[in-house]
């Protein structure tokens, strides 16, 4: 089972590695925070709970902070 993961320069299909694999366990392993990335799934706005399903598209988005 696997997904399509799009983060910067990365656009490449990855396996899901157990049951229930969420954004957050995604986002563990890139060592990346939620509090500073947005994640779409198949193009729609998702929170970190959310699990990934085989042949989802995930999109992660930096945010970026400034003033």
Not at 10 to 25: A, G, Q, R, S
């Amino acid at each position: 089972m696997s997904f399509r993961l799009k983060y910067k320069n990365i656009d490449e299909e990855k396996e899901i590695p157990k049951e229930n694999y969420t954004i957050k366990d995604l986002l563990d392993e890139l060592e990346l925070s939620a509090q500073t990335m947005v994640s779409k799934q198949n193009g729609e706005l998702v929170i970190e709970d959310t699990v990934i399903n085989e042949g989802d598209e995930i999109q992660l988005v930096q945010i970026i902070y400034g003033g």
